[in-house]
């Protein structure tokens, strides 16, 4: 069955979160850097070793843009880095989809406050390791690779009365 990744990215703070068929976690890591330069050959060896060639994979990352106030320099090595992800994924040969925070965040009614991604993360998959603040990179991933399974598969019709 398709596995599901999600992936939040950063210069230096991106991760990526994977969930089975059915909302099981299966890894959530941070992307390797060295010196602000995303370790690629890494993170696609990390992908790959997660993912059977025989079932498959989605992946959705979120869609980030610069930000208004943001440094130059800042801004071209965050850039730099989403460019490096989008392309490692493209290399995987895996569909790829793009969702804004705001998109992915309204459909678990979630405020732009990161400390609620990671309280939701930890509820939905208390077997992740996302013990600390600094997990949230993680545990939005894994809620951006969950929005994508509810988009590709749907939603039981349980969790849709839940949510409603």
Request: a positive charge.
């Amino acid at each position: 069955m398709t596995m599901f990744l999600g992936i939040d990215p950063g210069a230096t703070s991106g991760a990526l979160g994977a969930l089975d068929h059915y909302g099981n976690y299966v890894d959530a890591f941070d992307i390797e850097h060295r010196d602000k330069h995303i370790l690629a050959l890494v993170f696609k060896s990390r992908i790959l070793s997660i993912v059977d060639p025989k079932e498959g994979a989605e992946i959705c990352m979120e869609q980030v843009h610069s930000m208004p106030g943001q440094g130059v320099a800042s801004t071209w090595t965050f850039a730099r880095a989403v460019g490096v992800i989008s392309a490692v994924c493209e290399l995987t040969r895996y569909p790829v989809h793009l969702v804004t925070p705001q998109k992915w965040k309204k459909h678990y009614h979630l405020s732009a406050n990161k400390d609620e991604s990671l309280d939701m993360a930890r509820y939905l998959w208390p077997e992740a390791k996302l013990k600390f603040k600094k997990h949230t990179n993680k545990a939005e991933a894994l809620l951006i690779a969950e929005y994508l399974r509810h988009c590709v598969i749907g939603l039981p019709k349980k969790a849709q009365n839940v949510s409603n």
